[in-house]
């Protein structure tokens, strides 16, 4: 599949799933070569492709020999026409054939390093995905979901299992655009989404948001340690709570989450959710006491059944009988956990852990930051050196030596960064879902200028 | 560990896994109450581990079945979870069954051992002669004697003490049978529906989301353990979402409004009669029951001035359940905002059941008609045990055929007429029995109780016959005993005449 969120994809993800027929969801943002590397991978039978983004994987055709058909949603001259298809085929209910260890959908996840991996979610998996995500949000069948988050995310689709478990309304949007959302919101009365970093900025500053309808909305879940400020604003502009989130593709995009109420500043402690079972580690799978940072590893029927061809990965992800989720989290003393950070973003300077997660809420309360990252450059002295790069807000000319400063009274020395680079919102790199893109940020080169 | 199990650990779908995670999850919470006993979800979970280490150590393994007789207590769910992350089937008894009833259920489960209450040994040997297989009977509460029937008789507590706590990590099949329980039927054996932990699982998912059920809540535990209904459409819900269960060992409602005003309890499950009683008992002496937040009834209706009454005096919202044994059981969800809309109806589909209604030659039929009320969905049981033609008819035509005769309305919610073999056929008519007892009631008010059946007859098949229970001292009024003239029946359902059998209270 490759295409935006619309109303045929998920009919297609429907139909799919009672054939028992695995969905490859395709990142409509990558390139037809990066593609090619996913459908390669994914050895589909059939392409089904939008009419927008039909086109660009049109070059691929020779290279790919598993495909007999190739399906377009709109007509298109040498396509299979989808709808004409739906017109000639029978209205009967289909076999029921699909059991629930079949595969439903190959998830490849964003691989901030590397290549990316195929997460295989099974029927099962997804099924419980959705069932439990209803009953711990207590939806109903009066919920709307804002679904403008790609399919190929689990976001997307955990959300419309979950909606479709309570006959609720999944409302599909081709894109995070702030003034459709809130359209669709004053006019379906949609009461819930997922706000993600750079779309929740927008959707908070958008000029024409006060001339909308949005006391439908009750909720958004997202991942507060981002901005917590800026949650707190939004939740205050709509009145709405918030849940901070802490999940991903391979297990299920809320294994555990915090609660915040309407202007309240994320906490960010989270109660780990029902049916899963969480534990925080060491490298040789011990459990850690209350207050150590640890990888949280994970068992629960919404688990991924591995990665698509890919042992090594698989022994890695699954070793010691635990899915291993490459987050550092801390348990509380009452069992609540914290996130600590990714576990690979972990930065070792002159024999210390730092990790960016300590470093980005105190630059991001700096009067002149909209947005920050922060991770570790090669550097012959400390073995790796803490640099940040800072989008500035709109209309503030920042000063490295004021943000050295206001780190100096706030941070220990051995985590204010040593570098500092400044860049426009729009120049970030940034994953399909918004999230800043480390990796890509650590490539760009370092110089003398943003030494402090 | 094997790698299959590593697998199998990570990613199945398991009923005592639920307990293990609202265990790690909230260990200080509590998650059941019995009395003055109290345990948390850590030392329950620890006590539930025990037990599952005792059976073990007693050979039972995977795919082995255990009879659990017992009264509600919290041996009774300590038992049903060691069986769960055992793999070994659990077999509630009824506690109504006696001698050969009993000793069927044993002999077709091929129970190995049997888990009783020391109060019902007694009971037990009524029927154990009839199963050899049961080998060892574990008592709770000390047993008699050292031997019970040859067979070696083992203290509960006293093997379960003895047992480590951790967790027993046992390859078991979302598939495995967790449980068989055994349907009375009234004209053959009792039939075993066998239940999986995937059919439990997302049953108690369901519950758990048509009753907005959370962490917060705490629930009444009083219709008998035995019955899926309080298990499976309470318990294993509560227990999956982490919420406290009160086990009460039977209905009493000045204590049991005493328990929900001192436990602040949330949800209550009980019959209508109860809500009634509950109603009188607060108008005696009126606690206060402002955390209750849902009381669900089931097996029958409540009229609307009751339903109303009851609404006002407890504060809280009603709904009914609907079901039975083989979907595990909650099929269709009678939720608050319909109850007195739509008075009598049974509801809407719980999520994840599919509900059409049938007519016997397999066509669907449209809104508005009555006809077999037919499921499809995960939680349906997996078959009748060791009954090959029970489970086929039941499958015909890919769907399950409850027995149930129903119709769904224009607003899509669904009306229950009839049990199917309640239909009597007589002269080329089907009469449902519920009718006329409905008929009956409202005829004579001296009629506490009717029941109508199809007795055999000559000419036209069955004839309709109407056994009646009238309120004592009184006297019957309009029904005379060879007359219907005064029922408000359609006529073409009666034109082959009523006989009625009048008995004194």
Redesign the interface.
């Known amino acids: 599949m490759l295409s935006e969120t619309r109303p045929d994809y998920v009919e297609i993800y429907a139909a799919a799933a009672a054939l028992g027929v695995t969905v490859v969801a395709l990142n409509i943002r990558l390139h037809p070569e990066e593609q090619l590397d996913w459908l390669e991978r994914g050895a589909p039978t059939v392409v089904i492709a939008s009419g927008p983004l039909a086109p660009g994987i049109e070059s691929l055709r020779e290279r790919l020999a598993s495909v007999v058909h190739w399906v377009s949603l709109e007509p298109r001259t040498g396509w299979l026409d989808y709808e004409g298809l739906l017109a000639e085929a029978s209205p009967i209910e289909p076999?029921r054939v699909a059991a629930?260890d079949d595969i439903h959908n190959v998830l490849f996840t964003s691989g901030t390093t590397g290549r990316p991996k195929g997460a295989l979610i099974?029927q099962?998996?997804a099924?419980?995905r959705g069932?439990?995500l209803?009953?711990w949000l207590?939806?109903?069948q009066h919920d709307g979901f804002v679904g403008w988050l790609p399919l190929y995310h689990c976001g997307g689709d955990d959300s419309f299992y979950a909606s479709f478990?309570?006959g609720g309304v999944f409302c599909a949007l081709h894109k995070a655009d702030s003034e459709t959302m809130f359209r669709v919101i004053a006019r379906h009365r949609l009461t819930w989404t997922l706000l993600l970093p750079g779309v929740l900025t927008d959707f908070l500053n958008h000029p024409r948001r006060p001339e909308h309808d949005l006391s439908s909305l009750h909720f958004a879940i997202g991942y507060a340690n981002m901005s917590p400020d800026l949650v707190a604003l939004l939740t205050a502009a709509l009145s709405i709570r918030f849940y901070d989130a802490f999940g991903q593709s391979e297990a299920s995009y809320l294994l555990a989450h915090g609660v915040s109420e309407p202007g309240e500043t994320p906490h960010l402690r989270k109660?780990?959710?029902?049916?899963?079972?969480?534990r925080i580690v060491d490298d040789d799978m011990n459990d850690l006491p209350p207050g150590v940072p640890g990888e949280c590893v994970v068992?629960?029927?919404t688990?991924m059944?591995g990665y698509l061809d890919d042992a090594a990965a698989n022994e890695e992800a699954?070793r010691g009988?635990?899915?291993h989720t490459g987050d550092l989290l801390r348990k509380e003393m009452d069992?609540a956990l914290s996130f600590v950070d990714r576990k690979r973003y972990l930065i070792k300077t002159g024999g210390e852990n730092v990790y960016p997660a300590e470093v980005e809420p105190v630059l991001t309360r700096h009067p002149a930051v909209q947005e920050v990252c922060v991770f570790g450059v090669p550097d012959p002295h400390w073995g790796e050196a803490i640099k940040a790069v800072i989008a500035p807000r709109p209309g503030v000319v920042p000063s490295g030596a004021d943000i050295v400063d206001f780190c100096r009274e706030r941070l220990a020395g051995y985590k204010r960064p040593r570098f500092i680079e400044f860049a426009a919102p729009e120049r970030l790199p940034r994953s399909a879902t918004g999230k800043l893109q480390r990796h890509e940020l650590a490539k760009w080169p370092i110089d003398d200028n943003q030494k402090t | 560990?094997d790698r299959m199990t590593?697998?199998n650990?990570?990613?199945?779908?398991n009923a005592g896994?639920?307990l293990?995670?609202?265990a790690?999850?909230?260990?200080?919470d509590t998650a059941i109450v019995e009395g003055a006993r109290r345990f948390t979800y850590a030392e329950f979970n620890a006590v539930v581990n025990q037990s599952a280490h005792a059976l073990a150590g007693l050979g039972l393994a995977r795919g082995d079945a255990v009879a659990l007789m017992s009264t509600n207590n919290a041996e009774f769910l300590a038992v049903y979870y060691a069986c769960a992350k055992l793999g070994v089937i659990c077999v509630p008894i009824n506690l109504f069954w006696r001698h050969r009833e009993l000793g069927y259920v044993l002999a077709h489960a091929r129970v190995k051992a049997v888990v009783v209450e020391g109060q019902l040994v007694d009971q037990l040997r009524t029927g154990l002669q009839d199963a050899p297989e049961a080998v060892d009977i574990i008592v709770i509460g000390a047993p008699p004697a050292a031997h019970i029937d040859g067979r070696p008789a083992h203290s509960f507590e006293a093997l379960a003490g003895a047992a480590p706590d951790h967790e027993p990590e046992i390859y078991v099949a979302?598939r495995d049978p967790i449980f068989y329980l055994y349907t009375s039927g009234t004209t053959s054996a009792p039939k075993g529906a066998v239940s999986s932990h995937?059919a439990v699982?997302?049953e108690s998912?369901?519950v758990?989301?048509d009753t907005?059920?959370?962490a917060k809540d705490g629930m009444t535990a009083l219709m008998p353990l035995f019955h899926t209904a309080q298990l499976n459409a309470f318990v294993t819900p509560a227990i999956?979402?982490?919420a406290a269960v009160h086990i009460m060992r039977g209905f009493d409602a000045p204590r049991l409004l005493d328990l929900i005003e001192a436990e602040k309890l949330s949800v209550a499950f009980a019959l209508p009669m109860m809500y009634r009683a509950l109603v009188e008992e607060q108008g005696r002496r009126k606690r206060r029951v402002e955390t209750l937040r849902l009381a669900i009834y089931a097996m029958a209706p409540m009229p609307t001035h009751e339903l109303k009454s009851a609404m006002e005096t407890l504060g809280c919202e009603f709904s009914l359940m609907f079901g039975q044994t083989e979907m595990n059981p909650l099929a269709v969800y009678f939720r608050p905002e319909h109850q007195l809309s739509h008075p009598g109806a049974v509801g809407t589909p719980s999520?994840?059941v599919q509900v059409a209604i049938m007519e016997p030659g397999g066509a669907f039929l449209p809104r508005g008609e009555a006809g077999e009320i037919v499921y499809r969905g995960?939680q349906v049981m997996t078959e009748y045990l060791r009954d090959e033609a029970a489970t086929e008819a039941a499958f015909k035509q890919?769907w399950f055929h409850s027995g149930d005769c129903g119709r769904f309305d224009a607003d899509g919610i669904l009306w229950f007429e009839d049990r199917f073999k309640d239909v009597i056929k007589t002269g080329g008519e089907n009469v449902a029995s519920i009718e006329v007892e409905k008929a009956l009631y409202a005829a004579d008010p001296s009629v506490q109780e009717a029941a109508v059946v199809g007795l055999p007859h000559d000419r036209w098949g069955e004839a309709v016959t109407a056994v009646v229970v009238l309120k004592e001292g009184l006297i019957p009024t309009l029904i005379d005993q060879d007359s219907c003239a005064h029922l408000r029946m359609p006529s073409e359902m009666m034109r082959h005449g009523l006989s009625i059998r009048v008995f004194q209270a």
């Open positions: 076999p629930p099974s099962r998996a099924a419980i069932l439990r209803a009953q207590s939806l109903a478990h309570t109660q780990p959710s029902p049916l899963m079972e969480l068992r629960g029927p688990v059944s699954f009988g635990w899915l069992g | 560990m590593e697998r650990l990570i990613q199945r779908v896994d639920m293990t995670r609202s790690a999850r909230a260990p200080t979302d995937l699982y997302i998912l369901g758990a989301l907005r059920l959370n999956a979402v982490g999520p994840n995960p890919g």
